[in-house]
């Protein structure tokens, strides 16, 4: 649950900061081993890269490698909080006497981020890849010429569920648990429920007894459930329409 809770936390957080990555790339990339003064400057400032950016590639320029960067968050942060999670919750970090070491947690940390950092690496080279990629006037760096997902690929729809899902799982969670709990509880003879009056109730009472991570439980599957469950159906629905309109005409 460590690793799951950490890698949708750090994914929603890089839905925001991920034009701020390429606009980092790319001034990070800018006049690379050229003495100042020798090349032209495409962005002067934060704040003009992102105009720049914005005008010459467009605003969807500005979540350039988003894919990857989620899946680099994920990993990383997923096995980093989560490996440091499982050696706080097995007690490592503490002494024979149970005060927190420090040493031990450093060196704990240590290691987290360091597998963390080692297993995310080959995503990070894809994002950055991904994130110089600019029209040939406002371009910094080695070009890349990746591409994730062929056109029109069902690839392209299965991320696009991926990331959408995040904020879907976030918002609509704990309601989802709420409804198992209540379809889940014991009657009394006349059929009312013994334990919740109503959603509302059960989200209340879930939230006072289990906390906010009560109220989140079975995330991690629904979240990757959302995404093939979504491009599933649609797929269905649309040879199913090709099989009615091919058959009754």
Aim: proline share 4%; with cysteine.
């Amino acid at each position: 649950m460590d690793f799951v809770m950490s890698g949708l936390a750090a994914c929603g957080a890089c839905l925001f900061t991920n034009p701020l990555e390429v606009v980092k790339t790319r001034m990070q990339l800018q006049g690379e081993l050229r003495a100042p003064g020798s090349y032209k400057r495409h962005y002067r400032n934060v704040f003009h890269a992102f105009i720049t950016i914005g005008k010459v590639d467009g605003l969807a320029a500005l979540q350039k490698g988003l894919a990857p960067a989620l899946l680099y968050q994920f990993l990383m942060n997923g096995i980093r909080l989560g490996t440091y999670g499982l050696a706080e919750a097995g007690g490592y970090l503490h002494t024979a006497e149970g005060t927190l070491s420090p040493v031990r947690s450093a060196a704990a940390g240590a290691m987290a981020g360091a597998m963390g950092a080692y297993l995310g690496s080959p995503i990070y080279m894809v994002k950055t890849h991904l994130q110089a990629q600019a029209a040939s006037e406002i371009a910094v760096g080695h070009q890349y010429k990746h591409q994730i997902f062929p056109p029109q690929s069902w690839k392209v729809a299965l991320a696009a569920a991926m990331v959408s899902g995040i904020a879907v799982v976030l918002a609509m969670t704990p309601f989802d648990v709420a409804s198992t709990r209540l379809y889940n509880q014991p009657t009394d003879s006349q059929g009312k429920g013994l334990k919740y009056r109503g959603i509302l109730d059960a989200l209340l009472q879930t939230a006072r007894t289990e906390g906010i991570f009560g109220m989140y439980k079975g995330i991690g599957a629904s979240y990757f459930r959302l995404g093939p469950h979504t491009i599933l159906s649609l797929f269905f629905w649309d040879q199913l329409r090709i099989l009615y309109y091919t058959y009754t005409k």
